[in-house]
């Protein structure tokens, strides 16, 4: 490396390391991790300019008893609460003439209300700003009394959120039609309506200096592999950033390995597929805020496992996953086979369609890997531009596109039908692919091979496919290797691949996954007709531990 | 961190060297569509002076029925033009050729090699292996004679239905092979192979040209529903040492082709009641064996055919419920068919060229004496000399979709 290159990197980190120090001194100053006042004019004054008294935070002061009067303060962010179990619970508890209106007294206030006047479940006391800020924030009421140096928190959590709907990626036929929203109470709860367990273990942390995102990690005991949730909780404590404002953020922070175009985390919006998932032994990761939970270890074969294969009969099943690899490969290879076809083994086309193909190509002024290129890089685009488009311009982006797509380019000589579809097919393909995130790696490697078949024809295309496969081997998620149980081959799980086996078959959980506790249903499972001797399907077996 | 920086810097160079690697090599032996010209069908004819005259007949691909029309109308042209080479050997005709084709001559499409007379009564022996070694040129084309033509104008002729003339004279073979059985799809590895085998010599399908070949260049003569110009099947070509020495034609074709085990159904006519060709026997499934045996010092040929098929079409009234008439029916058919075989084997007897593989089936009886004894003098001496048996047994599976023709019940009893 050159010298200047050194120096400059030098000089870049100390600027950095200078912006980081700056960057916590500033956030102490924003949270005072101290304790609360005395008084309640100077802890409201001390809240008032810590939030830049910013307009939604709300202010309500109350004169609690006859004699003598407590000053009490109720402070909570609009919104963000809910005003029904405010007004109920709490003012009017408070404003109504109660017994204890009687009895109170600025030493015995704190006590009283926390006891007697909430009717709130979840309550709790806070000493420092720091935890009083955080609980503001999170949508709980502070109740401030004068003459205390602490506060209650009562867990008003509430504001408005969108209501359970259909999933608008994952979309099946059979199967549950609830989807993931952006409050992390109601996922966790879709999923546990699901596994009535008390092993279905929670566990929650704050991830985000700034944003305090809420982030949870389930999974169930005595199913999960145990080193595989210590290593999820190890890589999200290891987290130190500024905000999480999605799960992508935290995939990208804990995957094994950023150089790939392999997803090696699982992302879902369905609570079916988490839970089935937990049952396999995985964990999952809920982030506060988006519908998308993360779904680790992840394998290749998975992305290819659609929610409905498990719902339909087993050859209806199997065929279908048949069909989805056969996609994926169409996707990845369809442009460059063509290509490859066209410009170096014409010998491999019969001959009646090889003189299609050239007499569409007549008029054509570029090679074919232009003229693929061309198709792709336009498709591509109408799809980024269709995804980002308001919806009342949709309709006029789709007539453009398929007139340019289709009609115009033929016509103005600019491509030839049979790579409108080829392009078509790949499209339609990389479209039908069950998980997005597989299909959008498909891509990227597509226009690589493009390129190698361009260069070298099949032979370029096969070491493509090759460096892809090896690549592919190569990769790990949370330690389990991303082809099992292709490659290492496990027998005994390879039921679950690229083909299904009947529901009755699968007697184990994936090895590399759940260790320990692998059997998954008790023997003679498989069922038949009645039989005049009787056969005792409900023998003992051995049945699930959990 | 040093160690780190250094794997870094050989990653880098290792990527920079693949990515040279493929920009450098630059896309080698890369041919797009539009620079090839796909040849479809190759002639070859014998000029006056002793060279070869290399007719390439080249798909224009544009005017190929089922393309789209291009922008800037490309007009209704013809499907195939035809370039003419001459040359000492075949490799320097086709490099001559790109002095008039603008595109590079592609031979791994070529589906037909058509033989003039003139050069199949000259010799093969020369020109297959300039087609087996070519890398592109493949050993499954269809292989036919010019009878009584040139090769040159069995390529220049336009066709009917089939756009494509290479593809219309594929087609035509492999139909009369199928259902009529005088011709065979002969490829080049077959003929090569029958080349250098001593107990076998090629026979290779004939065409013939009807009419005259110049109209038959032109548009114009297909613009008629009965074009005068025409090319059919005909016959067999047999050769001796490479050489063309005679014609198969008709039910000897058939024959050959049947003792070949290359037929697969045809159409057998029988006398019946007196009346020429009466009844139409369509033969369905065919077996042929044949056997080599040493009797007494000389070799003697056993063919055991069986047929099996349908009656077609009768003019005479017959009762087919019968069981003794179709007896009696199959007995005629059985003799009507051996006496076929016999003329034709009698025939290439008198050619002394073993074009049935006798010579291989003797091999393989007796291989030691074959190579002692036979091998050497087989054409001439003992072929000719061959006592060759015949014996068909022939089955009536089912009489079409009725029993009795309609005119049966007039003439009930009236036998």
Not at chain 1, 210 to 221: L, N, R, S
Not at chain 2, 218 to 233: I, M, Q, S
Not at chain 2, 318 to 339: A, C, G, T, W
């Amino acid at each position: 490396m050159p010298l200047w290159w050194k120096k400059h990197e030098k000089k870049m980190k100390e600027i950095q390391d200078k912006q980081n120090r700056n960057d916590q001194s500033g956030m102490a100053k924003c949270v005072p991790d101290e304790p609360l006042q005395d008084k309640l004019e100077d802890n409201l004054q001390t809240m008032k300019e810590t939030t830049g008294k910013s307009s939604d935070i709300v202010y309500r002061f109350i004169k609690a008893g006859q004699n003598p009067e407590v000053s009490v303060a109720i402070v909570y962010t609009e919104g963000l609460v809910d005003h029904q179990t405010i007004n109920e619970c709490l003012i009017e508890s408070l404003l109504n003439n109660h017994d204890w209106q009687t009895q109170i007294s600025p030493q015995k206030a704190f006590a009283l209300i926390e006891r007697k006047v909430v009717s709130v479940g979840d309550v709790k006391t806070v000493n420092h700003w720091g935890d009083l800020f955080l609980s503001l924030m999170s949508g709980e009421t502070i109740i401030l009394i004068d003459g205390m140096r602490k506060a209650i928190s009562l867990g008003t959590k509430g504001g408005d959120k969108r209501s359970i709907q259909e999933p608008s990626t994952q979309l099946s036929l059979r199967g549950p039609r609830d989807g993931f929203t952006e409050s992390i109470r109601t996922n966790t709860a879709m999923v546990r309506r699901r596994i009535k367990n008390p092993n279905l273990w929670l566990d929650t942390m704050k991830i985000g200096k700034v944003t305090q995102t809420d982030v949870a990690i389930m999974y169930i005991k005595g199913i999960a592999n145990e080193e595989i949730v210590q290593e999820v909780r190890k890589r999200l404590n290891r987290i130190n950033i500024d905000s999480i404002l999605e799960s992508g953020y935290i995939e990208q922070l804990m995957e094994d390995q950023t150089f790939t175009p392999f997803p090696t985390i699982y992302h879902t919006e369905r609570p079916d597929v988490v839970a089935a998932n937990l049952l396999e032994g995985r964990v999952a990761i809920f982030v506060d805020g988006t519908p998308f939970v993360l779904i680790a270890p992840a394998l290749f074969i998975q992305f290819f496992q659609a929610v409905e294969d498990y719902y339909a009969r087993f050859d209806i099943a199997t065929a279908l996953r048949f069909l989805r690899v056969l996609i994926f490969f169409i996707s990845l290879v369809a442009p460059a086979v063509y290509i490859s076809a066209t410009t170096f083994h014409q010998e491999m086309i019969p001959t009646l369609l090889v003189i299609a193909i050239a007499a569409q190509r007549e008029a054509v002024p570029f090679p074919a890997f232009v003229e693929a290129l061309i198709m792709e890089v336009t498709f591509e685009i109408l799809r980024e531009a269709g995804i980002r488009l308001p919806r009342a311009v949709g309709q006029a982006l789709s007539v453009v596109g398929a007139i340019v797509i289709g009609q115009a380019a033929i016509q103005a000589g600019i491509v030839s039908p049979a790579m409108v579809i080829i392009v078509s097919i790949t499209a339609i393909a990389s479209l039908a692919t069950p998980a997005l995130s597989i299909a959008i790696s498909a891509r990227l490697i597509r226009f690589l091979l493009m390129f190698l078949a361009a260069g070298f024809g099949f032979y370029g295309v096969i070491i493509g496919v090759m460096i892809m496969i090896i690549h592919l081997c190569s990769l790990r998620s949370f330690g389990v290797p991303y082809m099992a149980p292709l490659a290492p081959f496990i027998p005994s799980n390879s039921g679950d691949t690229i083909f299904r086996i009947p529901t009755w078959a699968f007697k184990e959980r994936p090895r590399l996954i759940s260790q320990k506790n692998i059997v998954r249903q008790g023997k003679h499972q498989r069922p038949g007709p009645p039989d005049k001797e009787g056969i005792d399907t409900n023998e003992k077996g051995d049945k699930n531990e959990t | 961190m040093k160690k780190v920086t250094r794997m870094k810097r050989k990653g880098l160079l290792i990527l920079f060297l693949f990515f040279s690697m493929t920009t450098l090599s630059g896309c080698w032996s890369k041919k797009e569509l539009t620079d090839i010209a796909f040849v479809i069908g190759v002639g070859l004819d014998k000029t006056e002076d002793g060279k070869y005259l290399v007719s390439f007949q080249v798909v224009s691909p544009g005017n190929v029925a089922g393309a789209v029309q291009q922008g800037g109308g490309g007009g209704y042209g013809l499907p195939v033009t035809v370039f003419k080479v001459r040359g000492d050997n075949l490799v320097e005709a086709s490099r001559q050729g790109a002095r008039m084709v603008s595109r590079q001559l592609y031979f791994a499409h070529t589906n037909l090699l058509v033989i003039g007379e003139d050069l199949a009564r000259e010799g093969l022996h020369e020109i297959f292996d300039a087609l087996e070694r070519n890398s592109q040129f493949r050993t499954t084309t269809s292989v036919i004679v010019a009878h009584n033509a040139r090769a040159e104008n069995i390529l220049t002729l336009l066709t009917p239905l089939d756009k494509i003339p290479a593809n219309k004279v594929i087609k035509t073979l492999e139909t009369a092979e199928h259902v009529w059985g005088e011709n065979i799809d002969v490829k080049v590895g077959d003929i090569i192979q029958d080349l250098v085998s001593s107990g076998k010599e090629p026979v290779i399908s004939g065409f013939k040209l009807i009419g005259d070949a110049e109209n038959g260049k032109r548009k114009e003569h297909l613009e008629t529903t009965d074009p005068d110009v025409r090319l059919t099947a005909d016959g067999l070509a047999v050769f001796r040492d490479g050489k063309l020495i005679g014609w198969l034609i008709g039910k000897d074709a058939r024959a050959a082709t049947t003792i070949l085990k290359k037929i697969k159904s045809t159409v057998i006519n029988i006398d019946w009641k007196g009346k020429k060709e009466s009844i139409v026997y369509k033969v369905t499934r065919e077996h042929t064996k044949v056997k080599a045996i040493i009797k007494n010092g000389r070799p003697e040929i056993s063919i055991n055919i069986d047929i099996e098929g349908d009656i077609g079409e009768t003019k005479v009234p017959v009762d087919f419920s019968d069981p003794n008439e179709i007896m009696k029916l199959q007995k005629r058919l059985e003799k009507e068919f051996e006496n076929e075989i016999e003329h034709s084997v009698n025939k290439v007897q008198e050619l002394k060229s073993d074009i049935f593989g006798f010579g291989e089936a003797l091999h393989r009886t007796a291989p030691q004496l074959w190579k002692k004894k036979y091998q050497n003098h087989w054409n001439d001496t003992w072929f000719p000399e061959l006592e060759v048996n015949v014996q068909v047994s022939a089955f009536i599976r089912r009489t079409g979709l009725r029993y009795n023709p309609y005119f049966w019940d007039k003439d009930q009893g009236g036998d």
